[in-house]
């Protein structure tokens, strides 16, 4: 069984709005062991409309629809529907009534336009909305199955737990599932990964791949079968064959950031961290900042010169001081551990200004225990990547020395 999604409105290929009902339905549809094998974004036109849905429902069993069920002019998904299909769209005044009737009871009139609303391909099944003016719908063409669904987030997100997907089961018995198990790595990029465990990628059931990020790699495992905890079972030696290979690259699993683990061993030590950084401009502060709930990350300081070092140090230095330099990344960790009366200083420092043909030397320093851990010196990419990289070598300098893990050269 294959399930393709249909994401409609003209706002979604401009970029206006950021498409996240695919997603969430594509995470339901694995945990029923449904195959998702195309996604497709389509604006609001209605000959274009009627293309796409007629070319998924040929070659999917199931095609699930978001957006275009509204009271609008460029709301066209039923009459895309209704064309594909080869059917009329009819006027049902008893949702008429239920639409006048949810406006009603928010003390609000209906207006002529929402009668639109009510039209639904002749033959459909209707599916109620009880948090929505959108009446949906689901139309059987030549043992397919096409459902309609709002393109508003909570609406969509309700009709496809409590209609949907039992919809769904019944009409095609879908007794298996499928999960997956992310193992997140850092500080190793993809092509290395997949050096060290190609020959796993070529499993049918459970099945290996990679997932790129800037500074983070994730392996994902994923297998079908009849009960969660037999999918689970299929994955656990593949999973520890990867972790042998991969070793202590691997921080996390599933949704698990290196922010939260860090602060979950700085917390299970009782410690506090500071951090103090110039070119990731605060980032890695606001990722510790978004996840501290124990009180681990004790602050944050974004460093714009040399003068603000000083400053925060409280200090002179005899022969000056080059602030993108091993020496004070070295004074910066050190004396933000000071200011916020933290056990840990962390500093990761690069220059602002450098020439647009070159890449940036950045140098990360961990103060603990009266002394300073410090890395090789790293060239980074310039812009967001580049912060990306760095913000996971600072983090992962401080995951290391908490778990007594040797520091990468």
Request: charged residues 20%; aromatic residues 4%.
């Amino acid at each position: 069984m294959q399930a393709e999604i249909v994401t409609i409105g003209t706002e979604l290929l401009l970029g206006e709005i950021v498409d996240t009902n695919s997603a969430w339905i594509a995470q339901q549809l694995t945990g029923i062991g449904l195959d998702l094998l195309y996604t497709t974004t389509v604006g609001d036109n209605l000959g274009r409309i009627t293309q796409v849905l007629s070319q998924s429902l040929e070659r999917s069993d199931v095609v699930i629809t978001t957006g275009g069920l509204g009271p609008t002019v460029d709301d066209m998904t039923r009459q895309g529907v209704a064309a594909a299909t080869g059917r009329e769209l009819i006027l049902d005044e008893d949702l008429v009534t239920e639409i006048a009737t949810y406006f009603g009871r928010r003390g609000f009139q209906m207006t002529d336009n929402n009668r639109r609303q009510a039209f639904i391909p002749s033959g459909a099944r209707i599916i109620h909305n009880p948090v929505g003016t959108a009446p949906c719908f689901a139309v059987e063409h030549e043992g397919h199955l096409i459902i309609c669904l709002p393109g508003v987030p909570h609406e969509m997100r309700h009709l496809m737990n409590a209609e949907v997907i039992p919809l769904l089961r019944e009409r095609f018995g879908l007794l298996g599932v499928i999960s997956s198990r992310v193992l997140r790595t850092c500080n190793i990029g993809e092509s290395a990964v997949d050096a060290q465990i190609d020959d796993l990628m070529s499993g049918a059931n459970p099945t290996v791949g990679t997932r790129a990020h800037p500074g983070q790699t994730d392996v994902v495992v994923t297998a079908k079968a009849l009960t969660l905890e037999a999918a689970r079972a299929m994955i656990a030696p593949v999973e520890a064959e990867i972790r042998r290979r991969i070793g202590d690259h691997v921080f996390g699993t599933d949704d698990e950031t290196l922010g939260q683990v860090v602060l979950r061993e700085l917390s299970a030590r009782g410690l506090r961290l500071a951090v103090a950084e110039t070119y990731t401009r605060g980032e890695v502060a606001q990722q510790l900042a978004q996840q501290a709930q124990s009180g681990a990350f004790a602050g944050g300081v974004l460093l714009t010169d040399v003068a603000s070092l000083l400053a925060m140090a409280e200090a002179e230095v005899d022969g000056g001081l080059l602030f993108a330099s091993q020496q004070a990344a070295d004074l910066a960790a050190r004396q933000v551990a000071r200011v916020y009366d933290a056990q840990l200083g962390l500093a990761v420092i690069a220059p602002e200004d450098f020439a647009i043909d070159e890449a940036p030397t950045a140098f990360l320093a961990l103060y603990t225990d009266g002394q300073t851990l410090t890395v090789a010196p790293r060239r980074v990419r310039t812009g967001a990547v580049g912060r990306s990289w760095l913000i996971f070598q600072g983090l992962d300098l401080v995951r290391r020395h908490l778990l007594g893990l040797p520091q990468l050269a």
